[in-house]
């Protein structure tokens, strides 16, 4: 194992300290982007999974989780910037990159902006579309609401949002983790992580340019970033394929582990 490996690590970009998890060992490694207002333990069932075959790196992008940062104004290039710096860093030369809905928005951006960084891609739960004018003034009317009222209404509508309706139910435990997740993101996190995905670019154009092989995944019962956006993707990326995970909605990953998980490995020992 490299020195490095281990949980919680820490490294510096542009004065924030940004946490990651670098387990296992591997020439190259898959790197998980967490969704909005995640953090990297999201990625824990993954990184379980994975990390006796392969390296495998999850990191708190900058303003969520333990990658504090009160001030800087967020935007999907800026985290693009993030991840090609922590690359840097970490002298990772190439990635297999893992994004799920606002990770999968920078994994698109990324791979268009730096195509010979990455030697597969992983999209989950997410789309390449801009905000429609009606999504965008549902972003910033959200974060009038929050600046007014607080965090709690908005948070308690958007759980409900990210799973499929058995999940809420029967997965209580899931549902209560990713409360907690997204609750310990402070107020400017959240506003600014809004106005990120409010203002960031399509990537629809740049599909047709990407070669390497992809995985597409999606939950059947997906609110957010719906399963149309999914097949509309695996129609334009040419080396691509889609799976999609029934009794699932946006985050399925943490609502079907054992399919999702089994999924990526296969996806995986197939590029070796
Ligand atoms: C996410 O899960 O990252 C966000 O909900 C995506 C979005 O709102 O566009």
């Known amino acids: 194992k490299t020195a490095a490996n281990g949980f919680n690590r820490t490294i510096d970009l542009k004065n924030v300290s940004i946490s990651y998890?670098?387990?296992?060992?591997?020439?190259?490694?898959?790197?998980?982007?967490?969704?909005?207002?995640?953090?990297?333990?999201?990625?824990?069932?993954?990184?379980?999974?994975?990390?006796s075959s392969r390296r495998v790196i999850a990191f708190d992008l900058r303003g969520f989780g333990k990658s504090h940062d009160e001030?800087?104004?967020?935007?999907?290039?800026?985290?693009?910037?993030?991840?090609?710096?922590f690359m840097d860093k970490?002298?990772?030369?190439?990635?297999?990159?893992?994004?799920?809905?606002?990770?999968?928005?920078?994994?698109?951006?990324?791979?268009?902006?730096?195509?010979?960084?990455?030697?597969?891609?992983?999209?989950?739960d997410t789309q390449c579309i801009a905000d429609t004018a009606e999504g965008k003034e549902k972003r910033y009317k959200a974060i009038d609401e929050i600046e007014n009222g607080g965090l709690t209404e908005f948070y308690e509508g958007f759980i409900k949002k990210l799973f499929?309706?058995?999940?809420?139910?029967?997965?209580?435990?899931?549902?209560?983790?990713?409360?907690?997740?997204?609750?310990?993101n402070s107020q400017?996190?959240?506003?600014?992580?809004?106005?990120?995905?409010?203002?960031?670019?399509?990537?629809?154009?740049?599909?047709?340019?990407?070669?390497?092989?992809?995985?597409?995944?999606?939950?059947?019962?997906?609110?957010?970033?719906?399963?149309?956006?999914?097949?509309?993707?695996?129609?334009?990326?040419?080396n691509s394929k889609l799976k999609v995970i029934d009794n699932a909605g946006h985050v399925s990953n943490l609502e079907q582990p054992a399919e999702f998980n089994n999924y990526l490995s296969n996806f995986l020992n197939e590029l070796s």
């Open 71 to 85: 001030k800087t104004a967020l935007s999907i290039d800026l985290f693009t910037s993030d991840l090609i710096e």
């Open 188 to 238: 400017s996190s959240i506003t600014r992580g809004l106005i990120a995905m409010a203002e960031r670019s399509e990537t629809c154009s740049t599909l047709g340019q990407i070669s390497i092989p992809t995985l597409i995944i999606c939950g059947r019962e997906d609110e957010l970033t719906p399963l149309e956006q999914s097949e509309f993707m695996n129609g334009k990326i040419k």
């Open 164 to 184: 499929h309706k058995d999940s809420i139910s029967s997965k209580k435990e899931i549902v209560a983790n990713l409360s907690t997740v997204v609750f310990s």
């Open 21 to 51: 998890d670098d387990l296992g060992e591997g020439a190259i490694p898959v790197i998980f982007l967490h969704g909005f207002p995640f953090n990297k333990s999201t990625w824990k069932s993954q990184l379980e999974s994975l990390q």
């Open 90 to 124: 970490l002298a990772i030369e190439k990635a297999i990159i893992c994004g799920l809905s606002m990770g999968g928005y920078i994994a698109l951006n990324a791979i268009h902006k730096y195509p010979e960084r990455f030697e597969a891609l992983i999209l989950c």
